[in-house]
């Protein structure tokens, strides 16, 4: 059989290895393997901005990963799923396009100044990536574009709990802002959507279908890579399990890991990169010791705040029976109601200790009873709203450790929400600032009763009670191979995405980041897959 060979090969069809997979072919002309463990993204559910809400509960387009108990919870476990399909999260997730804020990218740039190899991850390096991917429906300035490849739009039908969400806020003083990527985040507004029309703009559809038939691009799906070759100090192959049988492909270029927060590290490790006790206590050998893999993992904590409505307001049925054909039907006549909204529609940027300040506090409105998977028989399903509020800059770090030197096992994921008594005290705080919400017109109306945090008045114990019962992932894992300065020992990426002491490795996906942004993390991930092609042209071009 003919080894396989390419220039690059891009482990992880998320959404930043399909954005990296893509420009290498396109701006680069090199021949690239995109290794993608999941299924295809072509689905009608998926495809759907609500299709997700059928499957968020059990899907094998998701891969579902179960914390270790939490000792702060109570021994509590809660699950973090994943994408488990071409375009990862991009492919799955509720859509909302947020990037975060200047000062995180600037936080980013400051942290990496110690670097010999000057790379500027300052706010104005990393916008012409943002602008440049963005076709933009409504905007365009010098923030955002309109001829990139993803589709970015306003929301195509809201719901009036979410109207009347956007008018209790501002009669609660919170201004109305109509970009939140704008220069403030602060305000209550529409969010936009990774969408347009009613169909998906994912990283699968934006970047890597319009390639499809180039053959300079070969995607495998269902292709599990289990470990990095490096041969000399230097990344040469990667070996994958397909159909039952193994494989290995070899890169002349280099290798990128895109395989998300909570894979890459496992990867690596898998691969003899990481902490030398940690990765010997497995039997692997230990090319590479740093400890930093696996360490630092970020998560944006939420919980919910759920009431009941006293009306038929939100989109409870929605989706089942004669509603579901008489939406479909819309649908297909008109382009319009309820299937193209993605569930969620308005939101807002709180800081409700300070309101002048940074916001700490993101908060979704959702026409429904939502709940996680471990909580969501709490309260029967009927008409109602549930308002999560979200830590956007938590201080809480966890861990992701090998379950086993197999594999095919799970890796074993600390997060550690709301751990640090700050991001309690914080999450306390936005709660409480919401629950008015459901005591102000027009909300208040329209609301029997709120069932969670199902007490009266609750004081700040009984608010932690609830947090520490209901706290789940923002679905925004970050931070576990994390750049950091020359000289930091926890650091496992130069400023150029770089695995330190391996040649020819990089990592581009949110694992990369030092510290997670304010905020949804998709966007944040495609440009580093960008900004990694970046790098590695001009690297290249010497």
């Not at 008015?436 to 199902?454: G, M, Q, Y």
Request: aromatic letters at 8%.
């Amino acid at each position: 059989m003919a080894r396989a060979e390419f220039d690059y090969i891009v482990v992880g069809g998320g959404s930043s290895g399909c954005v990296a997979a893509a420009r290498l072919v396109s701006a680069g002309g090199y021949r690239v393997l995109l290794l993608e463990a999941g299924h295809s993204h072509r689905h009608p559910l998926l495809d759907m901005p609500p299709g997700i809400f059928k499957m968020i509960n059990g899907s094998k387009y998701m891969r579902y990963h179960t914390t270790v108990p939490q000792e702060h919870l109570e021994g509590r476990a809660h699950d973090i799923p994943q994408g488990n399909v071409l375009g990862g999260g991009s492919s799955v997730n509720a859509q909302v396009y947020i990037r975060g804020r200047p000062a995180d990218y600037d936080g980013w740039h400051e942290i990496l100044r110690g670097n010999n190899d000057g790379a500027d991850w300052s706010w104005n390096a990393v916008l012409p990536h943002f602008r440049g991917m963005e076709a933009n429906n409504r905007l365009c300035d010098e923030r955002h574009g309109i001829d990139g490849p993803l589709l970015v739009s306003d929301p195509g039908h809201v719901n009036e709990f979410s109207r009347w969400f956007l008018q209790a806020l501002q009669s609660m003083g919170v201004p109305y802002n109509h970009d939140f990527n704008g220069p403030s985040q602060r305000g209550v507004g529409l969010y936009q959507f990774t969408n347009r029309s009613g169909k998906r703009s994912s990283a699968a559809y934006a970047f890597i279908e319009p390639l499809m038939r180039d053959p300079r691009l070969t995607v495998q799906l269902n292709a599990e890579v289990s470990r990095i070759i490096v041969e000399n100090g230097r990344a040469v192959a990667v070996v994958y399990r397909q159909n039952g049988e193994e494989h290995t492909a070899y890169a002349s270029g280099e290798i990128i890991a895109s395989a998300g927060a909570l894979v890459t590290p496992k990867l690596l490790m898998l691969s003899g990169i990481g902490p030398a006790e940690h990765v010997e206590g497995h039997g692997i050998r230990c090319q590479v010791d740093l400890p930093g893999v696996g360490a630092n993992l970020i998560d944006h904590p939420e919980v919910p705040i759920t009431a009941i409505a006293n009306g038929r307001h939100g989109y409870f049925k929605e989706g089942v029976g004669w509603r579901m054909l008489r939406n479909g039907l819309q649908f297909k006549l008109f382009g319009s109601g309820p299937v193209t909204s993605a569930g969620v529609e308005a939101g807002a940027f709180v800081n409700p200790e300070d309101p002048e300040a940074p916001p700490t506090i993101q908060a979704f409105c959702v026409p429904i009873v939502y709940l996680d998977r471990d909580t969501r028989n709490t309260i029967k399903d009927t008409y109602g709203l549930t308002i999560t509020t979200v830590v956007v800059k938590p201080k809480s770090r966890g861990t992701v450790k090998l379950r086993s030197a197999d594999p095919a096992d799970m890796p074993l994921v600390s997060p550690h929400l709301l751990k640090d008594e700050e991001d309690m005290r914080t999450m306390v705080a936005g709660q409480r600032f919401f629950l008015r919400a459901f005591k102000t017109s027009p909300v208040a109306e329209r609301i029997e009763r709120v069932a969670l945090p199902d007490m009266p008045e609750p004081d700040d114990a009984a608010l932690r009670s609830h947090c520490r019962r209901f706290v789940k992932t923002n679905y925004h894992p970050a931070g576990t191979c994390r750049m950091g300065a020359d000289g930091d020992p926890m650091a496992v990426l130069d400023s150029r995405m770089r695995v330190r002491g391996v040649e020819g490795l990089r990592v581009c996906d949110m694992s990369a980041v030092p510290d997670i942004n304010a905020g949804n993390t998709n966007a944040p991930a495609m440009m580093l897959g960008d900004r990694c092609v970046d790098f590695i042209m001009k690297s290249t071009s010497h």
